[in-house]
């Protein structure tokens, strides 16, 4: 059974960092490029990152220079570290295939407030 375990979210003030991971099935894993989304309150849920099978990366143009994307094929875990975080960045993040085929986990809350 296909599972997607995302944790580390928080509350962070404006400025601040903060590191989310997801746990993966390895059988995706392992043979797919994998993506942070995000879900703002209201909102529709939106593609934050991707990572290739090889290591390539994108990211929106909204986390450019501040969101880093890194995956650990041994460990079947996904990062996001996420830096000089902004207000606008809370949202719930969730992590998945891309493009996102597979059942969505529960994701994580990340709140960033003064």
């Known amino acids: 059974q296909v599972q997607l375990v995302e944790s580390g979210g928080g509350l962070v003030q404006p400025g601040g960092s903060l590191r989310v991971s997801c746990a993966a099935s390895?059988?995706?894993?392992?043979?797919?490029?994998m993506g942070w989304y995000r879900q703002a309150p209201g909102r529709k849920r939106d593609l934050v990152a991707v990572?290739?099978?090889?290591?390539?990366?994108n990211y929106t143009d909204s986390v450019k220079g501040r969101f880093t994307i890194s995956r650990d094929n041994a460990k079947n875990t996904l990062y996001l570290q996420m830096n000089s975080l902004k207000p606008e960045d809370t949202a719930v993040y969730y992590c998945?295939?891309?493009?996102?085929?597979?059942?969505w986990g529960q994701g994580t809350q990340v709140t960033v407030s003064s």
């Open positions: 390895g059988t995706i894993f392992r043979f797919n490029a």
């Open positions: 990572i290739t099978r090889g290591g390539s990366t």
């Open positions: 998945n295939t891309h493009p996102g085929v597979f059942p």
